[in-house]
C-alpha cells in the first residue's frame, strides 16, 4: 500500500468548498492535501460552469450575513490572485405582494439594514427603463449586493491559492474509507487503488457524492439526509437590437422570481447576446447514473422549458426571444437537504471531531465559499472550542436539527425547489 505522507489537513472533494477550505488552511501554515476523485475542474458535479448568481436576499434570517462577510472574502481572494471572478450588479426579487417567502426576504433586509427598494411595476420599469414587466399584484424589491460570479474560474482561483501557500492537489483518486487512528490519532484516509493518508484532521467535502462516501465508511458511518438533484440551466436568445440592454454594463440585474415554480436568471456575461434563465429545481437522481434529462427531450424537460417561455414572454417578451426556445442547455448537480438549509457539522462517532462534513448545499452554496471555506478550516483546525465560537454562524446547519424532525429547520413560507 503507497504510503504518500501524513497531513494537518486532509479535504476530500476539490469543488469550491473544499478548495476554499484547502486554500484556508494552506493559508494559515497547515500541511494541507486536497483530494478529487475525477480531473480538477471536471463538469460532472456542482462547481463547473459559466456563472452563479450572487445575492444576500433570502426568507431566511441566517444568510444575509454570511453573504455580505463572503462578498468580503471574494475581493480579497481576487486582490490576492489578481483577477476577477465576481461581477457586481444590482439583485431584483420579484414575486405576488402576498408570497410569504417574499415578505420574509423583505423583513430581513429590514433587520439587517440591507440597502433596498421596494417597487411596483411601473417603479421597477423606470428603474430598469422599461426592460421588465410583471402584473399590478406583483412587488420587487432591489438590493445593491448582487451579481455574478465565475465557478469554474473560482474554483481554479482557490486551488491555485491553496498551492501557493504549500498545499498538495491531487485528483483522479477515488476515496473509499475513512478510519480512525487508534495509535497515533487523526484519520487514515484510503483510495480505490489502495493509496493511504493519513491527516491529523479530515474535512469531506463531496458534493453529490458525500452521502455514499460517509454510509460506507468504517467507523462512524452514517446516512447522511442529502438527496442529490440533477438541475438544468438554459441560455436564450436576446432579440436583434436588444442585446446590451441586457448585460451588466447597462445595469441588468441577476435576479430571482418566487412562485410556483421559482425562477432564476443572470445577466449576459459569459455568451455573448444571451441571458440565462432557469428553474430553480430538477431531478432527483444517482450522481453516477445520470440521464442528461434535459438535453433528452423528455416529457419533464418539455414542461420545464414551458414554463420558462411563459415566464420569458410576460416579463422580457420584447426583448428576448422565447418562442424559439433556449440556445444553450446545461446540466448541474443539486445536494439538496430536506429543508434546504446546509450541513455543516463533525461527523462524530468513532472519529469525535477528527472529520467535519459539509454538504447538503441546495442550490444556493456557492455564493458562501469562501466563508465555508473559513469555517470548515476553523472547526478542523479548532475543534468544539471553534464551534463553541461560531455557534451561532453554524447552528442552523448541525446533524442533530434532523433528529427530532427529520424535515429538519422549520420554516414559515415555502419550499424554493421544485422537484420532478
Known amino acids: 500500500m503507497e504510503n504518500l505522507g501524513r497531513f494537518d489537513v486532509i479535504v476530500i472533494g476539490a469543488g469550491v468548498m473544499g478548495s476554499s477550505a484547502a486554500y484556508q488552511a494552506a493559508k494559515r501554515g497547515q500541511k494541507t492535501l486536497l483530494i478529487e476523485q475525477f480531473d480538477f475542474l471536471h463538469y460532472r458535479g456542482s462547481s463547473h460552469g459559466e456563472s452563479r448568481t450572487i445575492r444576500a436576499t433570502y426568507p ?5 450575513p454570511m453573504v455580505v462577510e463572503s462578498e468580503k472574502l471574494w475581493r480579497e481572494a481576487e486582490l490576492e490572485i489578481g483577477y476577477k471572478v465576481y461581477f457586481k450588479t444590482q439583485q431584483l426579487d420579484l414575486g405576488p405582494v402576498d408570497n410569504s417567502s417574499l415578505r420574509a426576504l423583505i423583513a430581513n433586509c429590514k433587520k439587517h439594514t440591507l440597502s433596498h427598494q421596494i417597487l411596483d411595476r411601473h417603479r421597477v420599469k423606470e428603474h430598469f427603463t422599461r426592460k421588465i414587466e410583471f402584473p399590478e399584484d406583483w412587488i420587487a424589491v432591489v438590493t445593491e449586493l448582487g451579481g455574478v460570479l465565475k465557478p469554474t474560474k473560482a474554483v481554479a482561483m482557490f486551488q491555485t491559492l491553496a498551492i501557493k501557500h504549500g498545499a498538495v492537489l491531487k485528483d483522479k483518486t477515488e476515496i473509499v474509507d475513512l ?41 462512524g458511518g452514517m446516512i447522511l439526509p442529502i438527496q442529490p438533484v440533477e438541475t438544468t440551466v438554459f441560455y436564450w436568445k436576446i ?13 441588468f440585474p441577476s435576479f ?20 440565462k434563465v432557469a428553474v430553480h429545481g430538477g431531478r432527483e437522481c444517482d450522481p453516477d447514473k445520470r440521464t442528461w434529462w434535459a438535453a433528452t427531450g423528455s416529457e ?8 420558462l417561455k411563459e415566464w420569458i414572454k410576460l416579463r422580457f417578451g420584447d426583448g428576448v426571444d422565447w418562442e424559439d426556445g ?10 439538496m437537504t430536506p429543508d434546504e438549509d446546509y450541513i455543516i457539522d463533525f461527523l462524530g462517532g468513532g472519529f469525535n471531531e477528527d472529520v467535519v462534513v459539509a454538504g447538503g448545499f441546495s442550490g444556493h452554496g456557492f455564493k458562501m465559499a469562501p466563508l465555508v471555506g473559513r469555517i470548515l478550516t476553523d472547526l478542523a483546525i479548532g475543534g468544539k472550542a471553534a464551534a463553541e465560537q461560531l455557534d451561532e454562524d453554524i447552528k442552523h446547519f448541525k446533524l442533530g436539527r434532523f433528529e427530532g424532525n427529520p424535515r429538519g429547520n422549520v420554516k414559515e413560507f415555502e419550499d424554493q425547489v421544485r422537484l420532478r
Open 60 to 64: 431566511e434570517s441566517y444568510y444575509s
Open 179 to 219: 478510519v480512525s487512528d487508534k495509535h497515533s490519532g487523526g484519520v487514515l484516509v484510503s483510495s480505490r487503488s489502495g493509496e493511504q493518508f493519513w491527516g491529523r484532521k479530515c474535512v469531506v467535502t463531496a458534493g453529490a457524492w458525500v452521502s455514499k462516501l460517509i454510509q460506507k465508511v468504517s467507523n
Open 239 to 251: 432579440k436583434e437590437g436588444h442585446e446590451l440592454d441586457y448585460t451588466i454594463e447597462a445595469g
Open 256 to 275: 430571482a422570481s418566487y412562485g410556483e415554480p421559482y425562477i432564476y436568471g443572470t445577466p449576459a456575461l459569459e455568451f455573448p447576446d444571451l441571458i
Open 300 to 307: 419533464g424537460a418539455t414542461i420545464v422549458i414551458g414554463h
Open 326 to 335: 433556449p440556445v444553450i442547455t446545461q446540466s448541474c448537480l443539486y445536494s
